[in-house]
């Protein structure tokens, strides 16, 4: 037993926590909100794609709902800003359910295009229900608000903030390490023998779908919360790619590799914006090629066989989507 | 009744560009089992080659017509061989990412250079003005367009199922490992067939320059709606997607006509929603094994 297996769990969760409670004094604070929503959100695409081999291209579909809900809420009731994210998150979860039920229907590469056909469509009904929504506009001046708590610096709700996103990413990493988790890694490597041992294999999968989706609903809550504006952007199809994005470069089926990702990413977009790029996508976009292309594991994946002294990853969970499986140069 | 007949013609043009990016994707599914999210950005291109060869170069619509779908044919050759072909073997799903990342470098590339709002291109002389026959008018360019889309679909159906080299396609398609095994170098046409669908994809971008505004993002929002056409219709079958690509864009054609907008809008994603309850597989979609 090396030194890294006994500890490193212990290791990362103290690195893990250092540098998130240490993020909005390093970061401006604006930032450090953005990342750990997009955290939720890439984590949420992960539990689906990385456990589920289920490519959702549609989470944006749930990002959005959840902070226009949450936005209104907030804008419309002056709620406490938890009540309006969970208002979100269970809108989110709610919508899922027919999404969820048609889209597992498919699988593969039709799945990721249902999902992201379905997203685009809330995407236009938003746009049409401007009298809700405020259409192109947006929903302007979201009160942010907790009662006895000044909220206005970005800087202290980071840490209001926080134990919500702490919450959301215990409740995936447990979803994971569940026996629910464990039926969810069977039908992703085999769904025909986990149906034979009489797993309802599509109630499953939709379960997962519901509860990536809450995930993803509980970011994008948080999200219009630290923002405090919600646009059609949110629903917008960029926004699942991002996500996707996240979860790659991390590394698929690692859940912590989307959240280093999502932490990288947006201070890189931020940096890039802060310069005056005009493309920040050309170099995401190729970064991605690159990972997809060479380093399937992602960040995650690549530095934990580095510490594992190439050592098998864990036999236990394998990929459907299997990145170790074959080598480029083997082509 | 003149207005219905318009809304029909519309359709149909609009139709023929679905027909001939969902075409595309098809024989590129059907051959490397691969669904092209850059479809849309190399539709974008096959506009912005367009404008590029008018502005840049003097050369006409004509010009145009020809060389851009040629030019992108190489291009598309170029991209499977260096990339698509490297993540042959792996899940589909990492080539449907790796067309995914190429999307985003190609959409921002493009709206760096000519900038995010829409580059003008005028009407190619000859084809400006309207067709009336009777009371019925109609723009000369759309009808154009949609006897292309019609030609470039026959065609791609006719070199299928009559020729030589789509006999090999369709076997290569059907059963990979037999055509093989029957002495067929199923390899040499994956390249040629992937280049094809980019062509054409270029084309129909070429096509929607004079009549569309040409943006960074115009095959991002087209692509979606083509992959809920594919959905429907189902990648197994080339002339499935080219029936449906032209029967939703008049559906759609008559929903903007007829009922309000919000139901135009959707129509094509319930109409999704609707195949995915009754006939997963989609209409003209081989059934996958039932799980």
């Known amino acids: ?331 | 009744m003149i207005g219905f007949f318009e809304q029909t013609i519309n359709g149909l043009v609009n139709g023929g560009f679905y027909a001939m990016l969902a075409l595309g994707l098809a024989v590129i599914f059907g051959m490397l089992g691969v669904v092209n999210f850059a479809h849309g950005a190399f539709y974008m291109l096959g506009a912005y080659g367009a404008y590029i060869a008018l502005h840049a170069a003097g050369l006409s619509y004509w010009w145009s017509l020809a060389i851009v779908p040629l030019v992108l044919f190489a291009v598309g050759m170029i991209f499977e061989r260096t990339l698509v072909a490297r993540l042959a073997r792996l899940d589909p799903l990492y080539n449907f990412l790796l067309t995914f990342g190429v999307t985003l470098v190609l959409q921002d590339a493009v709206s760096w250079h000519f900038g995010p709002t829409a580059s003008p291109y005028k009407l190619p002389s000859g084809l400006t003005g309207a067709i009336s026959i009777g009371s019925f008018v109609f723009p000369t360019y759309r009808l154009f367009v949609f006897g292309v889309a019609l030609l470039c679909c026959v065609a791609a159906w006719w070199a299928l199922a009559r020729t030589r080299v789509g006999m090999v396609i369709r076997a290569a398609t059907e059963r990979p490992d037999l055509t093989k095994a029957l002495g067929v170098n199923v390899g040499r046409w994956v390249t040629p067939v992937f280049g094809f669908g980019i062509a054409l994809a270029g084309l129909a971008g070429v096509l929607a320059a004079p009549m569309q505004a040409v943006t960074p993002l115009m095959g991002a929002d087209l692509i979606i709606v083509v992959f809920a056409v594919v959905v429907i219709g189902g990648l197994g079958s080339i002339v499935g997607s080219v029936l449906t690509g032209f029967g939703l864009g008049v559906l759609s054609s008559w929903a903007q006509a007829y009922a309000p907008a919000i139901v135009a809008q959707l129509l094509v994603f319930v109409l999704m929603a609707v195949v995915l309850l009754a006939r997963p597989s989609g209409l003209f979609g081989h059934q996958e094994a039932a799980i």
């Open chain 1, 1 to 331: 037993m090396t030194l890294y297996q006994r500890y490193g769990r212990w290791a990362i969760l103290l690195v893990g926590a250092v540098a998130a409670l240490a993020l909005p004094r390093v970061l401006y604070p604006p930032v450090a909100l953005d990342i750990a929503a997009w955290a939720l959100l890439a984590v949420a695409v992960d539990l689906l794609l990385g456990y589920v081999g289920l490519l959702s291209f549609g989470h944006a579909a749930f990002w959005g709902s959840s902070a226009y809900t949450a936005g209104l809420v907030a804008a419309k009731t002056g709620a406490p800003f938890p009540v309006a994210v969970v208002a979100g998150v269970i809108v989110s979860a709610v919508i899922a359910v027919p999404i969820g039920y048609l889209a597992v229907r498919r699988t593969g590469i039709y799945f990721a295009m249902v999902t992201l056909a379905f997203a685009q469509m809330i995407y236009f009904l938003a746009n049409q229900l401007d009298g809700l929504t405020g259409g192109d506009n947006g929903l302007q001046d979201v009160p942010r608000t907790l009662p006895g708590v000044d909220l206005s610096d970005p800087y202290y709700f980071y840490y209001w903030m926080a134990p919500l996103v702490a919450l959301g990413l215990f409740l995936a990493w447990r979803i994971v390490h569940s026996p629910f988790g464990r039926v969810l890694v069977a039908i992703r490597d085999n769904p025909t023998r986990a149906r034979s041992l009489g797993y309802p294999v599509h109630r499953y999968k939709i379960a997962a779908f519901v509860l990536s989706a809450a995930l993803a609903g509980l970011g994008g809550g948080l999200y219009a919360m630290s923002h405090q504006f919600v646009t059609l952007d949110t629903l917008r199809w960029t926004t699942s790619g991002q996500a996707v994005v996240l979860v790659v470069l991390g590394g698929i089926g690692t859940l912590w590799g989307a959240v280093v990702a999502a932490g990288l990413t947006l201070r890189l977009q931020d940096y890039l914006s802060l310069q005056h790029f005009a493309a920040p996508n050309l170099i995401l976009g190729a970064l991605f090629a690159l990972v997809v292309l060479v380093f399937r594991r992602g960040i995650w994946g690549t530095v934990s066989d580095l510490l594992r002294q190439r050592q098998p990853a864990d036999p236990a969970a394998p990929s459907r989507i299997d990145p170790a499986a074959m080598p480029p140069s083997a082509v």
